[in-house]
């Protein structure tokens, strides 16, 4: 027996039993204009959002409309998403305010798809879960930022939460914050300072002034270099409001990670005395 569910975005359609199947709802027409799956025709092509492959419309579970690849195509995101990324959107969404905030919104002038949008604040969000290169990430914050944007990347902890995980990556290059939602829409989106979380609330967005915090120390700073504004709850934020408090949350995670690393080079050094490779 499957455990069947539903789930409804205002734009995707996902059926899961056992296994996930991402479906879209909207998808363009032969004009470029926007097209819900419920008004589509069956016999005509559409194209993709993504990857501006062939779709066509079908009817799905419960006489729901839906698109489909004709010919699927590897690099697509729009068919390769998996539940967690599209729990995490949603979430997201359920976070701003109705009305100024938009799901897979397209930016055809610099050929991309936002995760989410919000519109009035000029924010983009950016899931990830799955593989990238750090060059597609500063490729995708170049390309929203020369259009005015302002490119928020979600990382998924169950990919990038650990610091060899992220080794090579560098994220004060990019403003970044980490979730763990599951396929359930269970978590939450924080900051992270080595080990140290912070919850943080991303429909409160900060303006930053470079002059503001040219005297805050380096970690602050680091965290600044590429970005204009921060999120009520972050460690920026928090050093704002509580100085002393934050700086001791830096200070600590420092102690801690430092500690883990001599604990852990200590025991890879017993091991191989032990097999005789030292």
Known sequence: MY???????????????????????????????????????????YFCLE????????????????????????????????????????????LLPRGESFLEKPFPEIGRVADVFWEKEKIVFEVQCSPISPFEVLNRVRDY????????????????????????????RIPHYYTNMTKDQEGFFYDRYFFKKRMVFLNKPQKIEKKQYSNWPKEIQNRLQNR??????????????????TEDYFKEAKRKTYAAFRHLSALVHIILKNFGWR
Request: net charge positive; charged share 25%.
């Open 3 to 45: 455990d069947k569910k539903l789930f409804f975005t205002r734009d995707v359609l996902f059926i899961s039993r056992g296994h996930k199947t991402v479906m879209n709802l909207f998808a363009y027409n032969e004009f470029g204009k926007l097209i819900s799956a419920k008004n589509a025709s069956r016999s005509q092509d």
């Open 51 to 94: 990857c501006k492959g062939k779709l066509r419309a079908k009817q799905g579970v419960k006489k729901i409309f839906h698109f489909f690849h004709i010919h699927q195509a590897r690099d697509c995101r729009q068919s390769k998403k998996s539940l967690e990324h599209t729990m995490a959107q949603n979430s997201l969404l359920a």
């Open 145 to 172: 930022n020369s259009i005015g944007l302002t490119c928020i990347w979600i990382l998924h902890e169950k990919r990038f939460g650990g610091y060899l995980k992220t080794k090579g990556w560098s994220l004060d």
């Open 228 to 245: 204009s504004l921060c999120f009520e709850g972050d460690f920026v934020s928090s050093y704002l409001k509580e100085k002393p408090h």
